[in-house]
Each structure stands twice: as structure tokens, then as C-alpha cells.
């Protein structure tokens, strides 16, 4: 059974809609999952944004969620923990380092084209090579930063906006991002059950 963990900032919003979501539609398709959700700045015990609420509801989700704050105890019991932005990756990677591995975004975890995959290897590289000399106090190679630059540069985007404050439309646009990125999801975690 998968330990899945969604991480957006305050745990109102995305990440709650993630963790309804994945919990429906995995049942739908019969893959054992078991789904949690957090947040990076978040305040334990916080309701649902009520967009958030309404649109779960309106897909016959009745989950009651309520914010957690990511913890070290969470990120053990996750051996997937994919966030809402690459921002989100960068902070739970900084404050847990030990969680490197097991640390994507949804879009990026869902991805399927081999060159993108190929391109955030080595994104990743260089970002780990990058942090590793500046907390050693050595000089960046200006290749590297450059090379960073290209990459970003042609890189698709993998956060899903944050509705926060928006309209309800802006909830809908969101929950059907996070949708989209859960199929694919789903059809990578499917394609790897045993059978």
C-alpha cells in the first residue's frame, strides 16, 4: 500500500483538494492508498478553505480535512510526498534532507515525457550541487548557473496556481489541474501494481 502525502503552504486549500481527490479516485480504481496532507506554514486544526469544501462536495467527496503542520513523523509515514509547487519541494527538501528521494511535485511525479524526466534529473543535480558548495562556502561555477538558467527557462511549470482568496473559479481551475495530475498519477501507480 501506497503512503501518499500532499504538501501545498497552508493545508486549506490544494493540498486538501489533492487528498480528497486521490482518496476517491483511487477507491474508483482499486489501488490500496493511504492519503494525508500538510503544510509547510500551516496551523494544526484549521478548516477547509470553504471553495475547497464546496468543490469536493460537488464531486461527492465528504471528507472532513483539517490543516496539519509538516513534521518530521509525517514524512516518515509517507514513502511519497509530492507537493503543489516546486516552491513547496524546495522548502520540505531544506527542512528535511533526509527526505530527498521520496520529494516531487505532483506534476513532476506524474510526468510522463522521457525528456522531461531526463531534464529534472539533472535540474535536480544541479540544484543539490549548487546548495552543497554555497553551505561549504565554495564559488559557484558560473557553467552551472548558467546551465541552471537554460533549464529553467525551457522547463514546463509544475505548481498548481494557488486559488487562495480567489473565486470559486479559481478553485475549479485548480481542482481540475490537481485531477488531471492525479490520473496520471493513478495511471503510473496502476501500470507498477503487482498483479
Known sequence: ??????????????????????????????????????????????????????VLRDHQIQDHITSSSLSADVLEWADLVLTLTGSHKQNVLARFPSAAGKVYTLKEYAETDEHILSDLEELDRLYASIEIRRSLGE??????????????????SFDIVDPFGGTRDDYEIAAADIRSALEKLLDKLEAYRPR
Open 139 to 156: 564559488s559557484i561555477d558560473s557553467n552551472d548557473y548558467e546551465r541552471l538558467i537554460e533549464m529553467q527557462q525551457r522547463m514546463p
Open 1 to 54: 500500500m501506497h503512503h501518499i502525502l500532499f504538501v501545498c503552504t497552508g493545508n486549506t486549500c490544494r493540498s486538501p483538494m489533492a487528498e480528497g481527490f486521490m482518496r476517491k479516485l483511487a477507491k474508483e480504481r482499486g489501488i490500496p492508498v493511504e492519503v494525508r496532507s500538510a503544510g509547510v506554514a500551516a496551523m494544526d486544526g484549521m478548516s477547509m478553505s470553504r471553495h475547497a469544501e464546496a
